[in-house]
């Protein structure tokens, strides 16, 4: 009953990991294809920083669970060398990536706004060096979680990763990977509000960017913060108790990867650039459903 339990989530793990991947690659497509009509801007840049962040977290999940796929189904393997530490450090990055990439885009909603007469903050150039220096700081990040021993190979599991049971290892790479970008983007947030709130300019134009900005903040800092539900229900749990579930870590990457091909849908979904981009497909329910809110 076990071994079919984890069976069932190897595989549900392995395709939503695909779904994830392959939603970002038409994401982009759409987007390449369209830049024509709608060239390539610095937030449609951040967009698709954030999708190439979840294809390449994605594509990485399913190798991890094609291994522990392979374990569950002939026993008796063992995946134990460097590449399995090797890999879970890229594992680990592309989570960090993901979170970092949704910090720049608060940052980028933070300096249109806040600082809209310094242009420089919004140009091109400046986000493509902030787009290299994200993924520079999540490898460095990570590689401390690397140098310092923390992942380890989990023979029941065929993969390597950051066992439960190491605490500090473990609340240091969540405070990284989570809780810092996302407490970042609340603060970031919340200024922006009172900033609009008391800004001395045109109260009509502020009230309608500041509706669209707080909606689509709302919705997307929750799609990030589902992220790392799971895993800290599940640790928390074993912490209160002691007792690991013996699908603990097969149910903590089967709802990563789950969150990771909502997040897909979401993040394109909730870019005002994106959704013009798809109107290019839906002409007539364009016109039907005229748009109030012209957000740039």
């Keep these: 009953m076990k071994r079919s339990v984890q069976f069932a989530l190897d595989i549900s793990i392995l395709f939503c990991s695909s779904a994830g991947f392959l939603i970002s690659i038409l994401v982009l497509v759409v987007i390449i294809r369209h830049r024509q009509q709608h060239p390539i801007t610095s937030a449609i840049l951040l967009l ?38 090797l890999h879970s450090y890229i594992v680990h990055v592309g989570l960090c990536s993901i979170y970092q990439s949704f910090l720049l885009q608060s940052f980028f909603r933070f300096f249109r706004v806040v600082f809209y007469q310094r242009r420089y903050l919004q140009s091109m150039k400046f986000i493509v060096c902030l787009i290299v220096c994200q993924w520079l700081v999540s490898c460095l990040f990570m590689m401390i979680i690397f140098l310092l021993g923390y992942i380890v190979y989990l023979p029941d599991y065929y993969h390597c990763q950051i066992p439960f049971s190491n605490f500090f290892g473990l609340f240091l790479t969540v405070t990284i990977i989570y809780f810092g970008p996302t407490i970042i983007s609340i603060m970031l947030y919340v200024y922006l509000i009172y900033y609009l709130k008391h800004a001395q300019i045109n109260r009509r134009n502020v009230n309608k960017r500041e509706l669209i900005v707080v909606r689509r903040i709302t919705i997307l800092i929750a799609s990030i913060l589902a992220l790392s539900v799971p895993t800290l229900v599940l640790w928390f749990y074993y912490l209160s108790t002691g007792d690991l579930y013996y699908l603990s870590y097969h149910l903590e990457w089967f709802l990563f990867s789950l969150s990771l091909s909502v997040l897909s849908v979401a993040s394109a979904i909730l870019s005002p650039h994106f959704s013009r981009l798809l109107k290019l497909h839906f002409p007539h329910r364009a016109q039907i459903h005229p748009i109030g809110i012209n957000a740039t």
């Design 48 to 85: 698709c920083n954030t999708h190439v962040s979840i294809m390449f977290t994605c594509i990485n999940f399913v190798i991890m669970y094609a291994y522990s796929l392979h374990g569950d189904l002939y026993k008796n393997v063992d995946f134990d060398d460097w590449w399995c530490y």
